[in-house]
């Protein structure tokens, strides 16, 4: 049976809701009924959306794709809530874009590990990154420089600092991934760290940590000493 929203509990009308509970309390239905304000004769503004968003199968990123003429086709949307919906999600997807490209600056060996693990935290095979920093010790480039078998990557010096120059680098870190879990340096990874140290002392790019990643845990080479 349809009850419209000003017949619920107060506590649960999307926008006394929002502003009892939380944002984060609400649905995304709950929350685009917020933004078109009123549904139709036969179901409220939260019904809807759940149908909006249920064709666009609980996807806001599908939703956001879906052109104001194609919300329009939903009964109880006219053309200033189709608008309304489709500003609200390009201003979501906008902001995405801005939080990728913001600046992250390196003030720990868990910073890293946090930039890094969702990246090759949980490959079945080994890959060694670089981080590009600049004279903030913010990350202005991240490059994958090498992609293996579990056993070993192989790493061109020359192309670290080439990307360095090129990035207008002053700093860089090294890092790659332990598909078998262990957290220790092999001797391979000792001799590498060394010579692209040398070369950065050489070339005036300072090499600030190696960190080893697995799924749940790093190895700093600055943090044991063995840098």
């Known amino acids: 049976m349809y009850t419209p929203i000003n017949q619920w509990a107060e506590d649960d009308r999307p926008r006394e809701k929002f502003l009892l509970k939380g944002k984060s309390t609400l649905s ?3 929350l685009l009924a917020i933004l078109i304000g009123s549904g139709s004769r036969n179901e409220s503004a939260v019904q809807l ?6 064709s666009a199968e609980n996807n806001l990123n599908t939703l956001g794709k879906m052109s104001v003429s194609q919300l329009m ?10 608008v309304s919906i489709a500003a609200a999600l390009e201003l979501g997807r906008r902001r995405r874009a801005e939080e990728a490209v913001e600046l992250k600056k390196i ?3 868990k910073a890293i590990f946090d930039i890094m693990q969702p990246i090759i935290g949980e490959l079945p095979h080994e890959e060694f990154w670089v981080l590009y ?3 903030s010790n913010k990350v202005i480039y991240k490059a994958q420089l ?3 078998g579990i056993t070993g990557t192989v790493v061109d010096i020359r192309l670290i600092f080439k990307m360095a120059f090129e990035q207008n680098a002053t700093g860089l870190i090294l890092s790659h991934n332990h598909p ?16 692209i140290k040398e070369a950065g002392q050489t070339l005036e790019v300072q090499v600030l940590d190696h960190i080893i990643i697995t799924e749940n845990d790093y190895l700093s080479f600055q943090d044991e000493g063995i840098f």
């Open 28 to 30: 995304d239905s709950e």
């Open 49 to 54: 959306c759940q149908r909006i968003l249920a």
């Open 73 to 82: 086709q939903f009964k109880g949307i006219g053309e200033a809530k189709a």
């Open 107 to 109: 003030t720990s060996s």
């Open 133 to 135: 920093l600049n004279n």
């Open 146 to 148: 090498s992609k293996g």
């Open 180 to 195: 078998s879990g262990k957290l220790m340096a092999s001797e391979a990874d000792l001799k590498i760290t060394k010579r």
